[in-house]
Structure formats: C-alpha cells, structure tokens
C-alpha cells in the first residue's frame, strides 16, 4: 500500500509564497512520474503540476503556469511544489499522487484525470486571503 503525506499548506495573504511537500512511500520511487492535484469547495479535484521520473519534463495547468514550480528529490523520495504570487483562487486542498509508468518520458491522456487514481493521501489546505 502506498502512502502519501502531503505537508506545507497554510494560511497566506495574496501575493506570498508556500512551498509544499510529498513523501511517498512508493518502491522505487525514482522511477515513476509524481504530480499535484487540488481540490477547491464545491469543486472537483483537478490537476495542477506533474514531473516525470527523472525531472526531466513538467507540466502545468494553465492557471498555475508562471507561479508554481514542481521538482522532486529521488534520493529523499519527496516532491514538491513552490507556489508563487498566490490568488484566492488557488484555495484548494492539495494532493499528490504517482503515476505507475516506470520510466516514462511523458504524460498519457489518463494521468491528468484526477479519476484515474485509486488511493489519495489526506492532503494538505492552501488558503489564500485578499
């Protein structure tokens, strides 16, 4: 069973930063995609960030695209996500997942669907204030 701990969330005014935190128990960790998915109220979870297994190409939602960074340290199997110039609107809980291609050089269609996940960590709150 794989666990994923999400940390780093907060409470911000607009404009400030917050750098999160996955550490994944996954095997293997270096050798799978990671990414970072939100959920705001009322809404369903979406995709924010996604890093494949070696760092070596990211993606981005367009609402995040310029703000946010994702990287990940295979040694200390965690990723993260620095946020930047932050907006009410990006009051979420966070959540990471993996993406159980080994090696893959990108994303498939599917690993941008939130749905295509089984299992989610607790998440961790972002709130941004005006």
């Known amino acids: 069973q794989v666990q994923l701990v999400e940390s780093g969330g907060g409470l911000v005014q607009a404009g400030q930063s917050l750098k999160l935190s996955c550490a994944a128990s996954?095997?293997?960790?270096?050798?799978?995609?990671m990414g970072w998915f939100r959920q705001a109220p009322g809404k369903e979870r979406e995709f924010v960030a996604g890093i494949i297994w070696n760092g070596g190409r990211t993606y981005y939602a367009d609402t995040v695209k310029g703000r946010f960074t994702i990287s990940r340290d295979n040694a200390k199997k965690t990723m993260y996500l620095q946020m930047n110039s932050l907006k009410p609107e990006d009051t979420a809980v966070y959540f990471c997942?993996?993406?159980?291609?080994?090696?893959?050089?990108?994303?498939?269609?599917?690993?941008?669907?939130?749905?295509?996940?089984?299992?989610w960590g607790q998440g961790t709150q972002v709130t941004v204030s005006s």
């Open positions: 997942n993996w993406n159980p291609s080994a090696f893959s050089s990108s994303w498939s269609p599917g690993s941008f669907d939130p749905a295509s996940y089984d299992s």
């Open positions: 996954v095997v293997n960790f270096n050798v799978y995609g």
